[in-house]
């Protein structure tokens, strides 16, 4: 099993422009998990999808940023407008119900 | 959802036995306590998990007393190799979308 893979591994953007990251989740991990990670804020939940479907949006910081999972082995984060203070690490996870979550390797944002 | 604290940051030396407790005085009933595992460039990793008394794996084991109002993580004859931030979090497993809140973690530095 090839884990969960992200991309792009880093993404270096000017503000203003438009950001989308890349999530494979594990084959038959029917949740999906979006975190961002910075010094100050630690690792945060964004938003999480079970069987494609968002259940809890709460932590999706404002409208610049949203999430889809068209199906069950991709999804994607995109943040439009970028601006700097959304520099950060990028992580996606997947689970079961009742497993341990299994997260990627992220991607660094950096938005200058 | 219950609330972890630990220790902000530990130090160790290699060959030495570490233990990190954290405490959550209001894990319910149904609430498991689960540990992972973040090097740096890297996404958190489930190291192990466990509801009550003693649970031991490959890389360490999990002390929880009776009253479940703290665990203690212990990592036996620790290497320069497991130098990560440790994250203790309590929640219900049969719930994936109940134990999603990671804390600030403790920073565990191993020196030679």
């Known amino acids: 099993d090839a884990g969960v893979i992200q991309s792009p591994r880093h993404e270096v953007t000017e503000m203003g422009q438009e950001v989308t990251l890349r999530c494979k989740p594990i084959s038959g991990h029917d949740y999906l998990f979006w975190y961002r990670q910075t010094m100050m804020r630690g690792l945060e939940l964004l938003i999480y999808f079970n069987n494609n479907v968002p259940i809890d949006d709460s932590g999706m910081p404002e409208d610049r940023f949203s999430a889809k999972m068209p199906n069950a082995s991709f999804s994607t984060l995109k943040i439009q407008p970028s601006e700097p203070r959304d520099s950060a690490v990028y992580f996606c996870?997947?689970?079961?119900?009742?497993?341990?979550?299994?997260f990627g390797n992220g991607t660094r944002l950096t938005v200058t | 959802l219950a609330k972890t604290t630990q220790p902000i940051s530990m130090d160790s030396y290699e060959g030495q036995e570490v233990n990190i407790t954290c405490s959550h005085n209001?894990?319910?009933?149904?609430?498991?306590i689960t540990w992972y595992q973040q090097f740096p460039s890297q996404g958190p990793r489930f190291i192990i998990q466990?509801?009550?008394t003693k649970v031991t794996n490959e890389v360490a084991s999990l002390f929880i007393p009776a009253d479940r109002k703290s665990s203690t993580l212990s990592l036996p004859r620790v290497s320069l190799s497991d130098t990560a931030v440790y994250y203790c979090l309590v929640g219900d497993p049969g719930d994936a979308g109940n134990m999603l809140t990671f804390g600030g973690g403790t920073r565990l530095m191993v020196k030679p």
């Open positions: 466990g509801y009550k």
């Open positions: 996870a997947s689970s079961t119900a009742d497993s341990p979550l299994h």
């Open positions: 209001n894990i319910a009933t149904n609430d498991y």
